[in-house]
């Protein structure tokens, strides 16, 4: 069963540090996405992304963050200068078509640590 | 703004015995509603979804849901749980005029089933 897929599956970084975290989606869905979720916290929505541009992003999602499809299967978080409250679980997710009642499939996630 | 709720932090409840775990929402226009589980160290699977039609839902491993629109519910049920159903289950919705497809989690429910 194809699955969304995500690396590494914990990174740690000192702050100010740039880290990408990379997915690799299923391969034939069409919107992707990230979330993360703070330990002990409920999973938040961090951006969307559709035909090669950002469709929706939240207040969380400021210029230290950014987004991309470098290719035909990865798509990367990128947070520029981390920072300490970055620390929690990045998922990532994709779903297929256009509808929006389309179930969204998280990967693994990845456990992102700044010290 | 949409949200979700989810008043319960923890159901414990035997094996055998039905289960319900409780989700109430607010989202403007009608709702998509979708219920995920996590196991330790993993990411969100997806259980069900109801978008329209029969207010009752099946899912995966015996699972169900049951849309109650006047009291803005949707509560995932199963008549005989198991021990392996132990884990951390999250509501969600999204709003059918939202353009973005975000969803927004509820803070999750940790399921305890004891032999």
């Known amino acids: 069963e194809p699955e969304v897929t995500q690396t590494p599956s914990h990174q740690v970084t000192q702050m100010g540090q740039e880290v990408i975290l990379r997915c690799v989606p299923i391969s034939n869905h069409l919107y992707f996405y990230w979330y993360r979720q703070i330990l002990g916290q409920k999973v938040e929505f961090l951006v969307s992304?559709?035909?090669?541009?950002?469709?929706?992003k939240s207040e969380i999602f400021d210029d230290q963050f950014s987004v991309e499809r470098p290719d035909g299967s990865n798509f990367t978080l990128k947070i520029r200068s981390t920072k300490l409250e970055d620390s929690a679980m990045y998922f990532c997710?994709?779903?297929?078509?256009?509808?929006?009642?389309?179930?969204?499939?998280f990967g693994p996630g990845t456990r992102l640590t700044v010290l | 703004a949409q949200s979700v709720a989810q008043p319960e932090d923890q159901v414990n409840v035997a094996e055998g015995n039905p289960l319900t775990v409780k989700c109430t929402y607010s989202v403007s226009g009608n709702p998509y509603l979708f219920w995920y589980v996590q196991y330790p160290n993993r990411g969100l699977q997806f259980l069900l979804k109801?978008?329209?039609?029969?207010?009752l839902v099946k899912g995966s491993y015996g699972f169900e849901a049951e849309f109650n629109k006047s009291q803005t519910s949707f509560h995932l049920k199963k008549p005989s749980a198991l021990v392996s159903d132990s884990a951390l289950y999250f509501c969600?919705?999204?709003?059918?005029?939202?353009?973005?497809?975000?969803?927004?989690f509820g803070g999750g429910t940790r399921l305890m089933v004891k032999p």
């Open positions: 997710a994709s779903s297929g078509g256009l509808a929006g009642y389309n179930e969204q499939f």
């Open positions: 969600a919705v999204r709003g059918n005029n939202n353009a973005g497809n975000m969803l927004t």
């Open positions: 992304f559709y035909n090669n541009e950002i469709s929706e």
């Open positions: 109801y978008i329209t039609g029969d207010n």
